[in-house]
């Protein structure tokens, strides 16, 4: 079955990095968009980065442009996500997410991802 596992997140300070990553199985990776949502304590899930599925082409949401890098590696069935220059409003848990056909696109919207992880905590402290 579809596993999707992020590992990465932690507490840290304002002006800090961190790397997340998503490590997936039982689908062929390497033909699949994937993305990053997060989502904080009494917010919606808001889109965070995208990629297709060959890596070509990325989209990022305005409030994390210049500052994450979301890249893969489809040898090791993992899609990244870099976080740097991190503000105490990038806290959330962060999920990543598969896209529902096979080499088709770069998604924005949480409806057109079909496998959801369990997501990662993610802490700025100020």
């Known amino acids: 079955q579809v596993q999707l596992v992020e590992s990465g997140g932690g507490l840290v300070q304002a002006g800090g990095s961190l790397r997340l990553s998503c490590a997936a199985s039982?689908?062929?990776?390497?033909?699949?968009?994937m993305g990053w949502f997060r989502q904080a304590p009494g917010k919606e899930r808001e889109f965070v980065a995208a990629i297709t599925w060959s890596g070509s082409s990325t989209n990022y949401a305005d409030s994390v442009k210049g500052r994450f890098t979301i890249f893969r590696d489809n040898a090791k069935n993992t899609v990244f996500l870099q976080m740097n220059s991190l503000k105490p409003e990038d806290t959330a848990v962060y999920l990543c997410a598969r896209g529902r056909s096979p080499y088709r696109g770069i998604y924005s919207r949480a409806d057109d991802y079909e496998y959801w992880g369990q997501g990662t905590q993610v802490t700025v402290s100020s």
């Open positions: 039982g689908f062929t990776f390497s033909a699949y968009a």
